[in-house]
């Protein structure tokens, strides 16, 4: 989603590890015992500091299952000049999620936003765009070869009318005017780094809209390239308002594993108006979607988009709205975790 500002004490995150209380259970636990992969949440993006730094770490290493950066390998952060790549701070984030037996995510090679003005203002021709975009993957890609369990591979290529984001929105689109530049992404991906799971990343595919079927016509198109993809990522940026109901959630997610995709809900949260709060509103729409994830078999697991209101990017992107996460700007626990517990702990698949 939208750049979110990182203000970062590294040492606090780098060097946190504890041990996950015995027989304490938790969303992931309860997930993973309905065959599920993962319970877990986004990070990196924290204005940690010596008062909340250590507790922020202990509740992101023992509460969740697995650990997907925000920003720290996006292209302006992983290559902000051309050829000089920078891992430090992800290297970091890997190192915590390593010594807490957490599986992290690769989040992501190619995307129309937080591309480096030397690639967008660079004046490059088509054949060279898609050598920077290769670059770019191969040395990505190689520096965590074997360490990551998925990517994705290319995020948000999807206009809202479900076409390609076209020339004047994405400088990968010009490199082939058209859809080429995602096969080949999939293809290098592949090539990188064998054992990885790739998936195809996007907002508002998880309801019945223009969207959603350009999204699985996009999908079938790669597959029918030959372009090696194993899953779907469907960003789950929900609002008390309008969410999607179970029935439809679950009618969606059959859709795209019908395409013999795995699928992920990747950026789990639900905003509401900051003149209409309604916590357990929220915590209704929590509860169907994970129980959406569990009742359809190839949905594989669940990452939240930071599990704290004090650091959800949704106040940074619209003031008006707020309070999206399942515990609070204290850290919390608030009534959509209670929700989503209770429903792991007595729903039968």
Request: aromatic fraction near 12%.
């Amino acid at each position: 989603m939208l750049p979110v500002k990182v203000v970062l004490i590294a040492s606090l995150f780098a060097g946190a590890a504890t041990s996950k209380p015995i027989g304490h259970e938790t969303l992931d636990s309860l997930f993973k015992k309905h065959g599920k992969l993962f319970y877990g949440s986004a990070t990196d993006t924290e204005l940690q500091n010596h008062t909340i730094g250590p507790e922020y770490n202990h509740t992101l290493a023992n509460e969740f299952g697995a650990i997907v950066p925000c920003n720290c390998l996006k292209f302006d952060s992983t290559e902000p000049n051309q050829g000089e790549f920078e891992y430090g701070y992800c290297d970091q984030v890997l190192e915590f999620a390593q010594k807490n037996n957490q599986p992290m995510r690769g989040h992501n090679f190619v995307w129309h936003s937080q591309v480096p003005e030397w690639v967008t203002e660079g004046g490059f021709s088509k054949e060279e765009l898609q050598d920077i975009m290769e670059n770019h993957i191969r040395n990505v890609g190689g520096h965590y070869k074997g360490k990551l369990i998925h990517w994705d591979v290319v995020n948000e290529a999807l206009q809202a009318d479900g076409t390609l984001r076209n020339g004047t929105d994405s400088v990968w689109y010009n490199s082939t005017d058209g859809p080429e530049y995602i096969y080949n992404a999939f293809k290098i991906a592949r090539d990188v780094d064998p054992d990885a799971k790739l998936y195809y990343n996007d907002f508002d595919i998880d309801r019945k809209c223009e969207k959603s079927e350009g999204a699985l016509k996009l999908l079938q198109d790669i597959k029918d390239n030959g372009s090696p993809i194993d899953g779907v990522g469907l960003q789950g940026h929900f609002n008390i308002e309008n969410p999607p109901t179970y029935d439809e959630l679950v009618t969606l997610f059959n859709r795209y594993t019908d395409l013999d995709l795995d699928l992920l809900i990747t950026e789990l949260d639900v905003s509401m108006e900051l003149d209409n709060i309604n916590f357990q509103k929220q915590a209704d729409v929590y509860r169907d979607v994970v129980r959406a994830c569990l009742d359809v078999k190839r949905c594989v697991g669940i990452m939240l988009w930071d599990w704290t209101d004090r650091y959800s990017w949704i106040p940074s992107n619209d003031s008006s709205k707020g309070y999206a996460c399942q515990w609070d700007d204290n850290l919390h626990k608030k009534p959509a975790y209670y929700s989503v517990k209770h429903l792991l702990q007595h729903h039968h698949s």
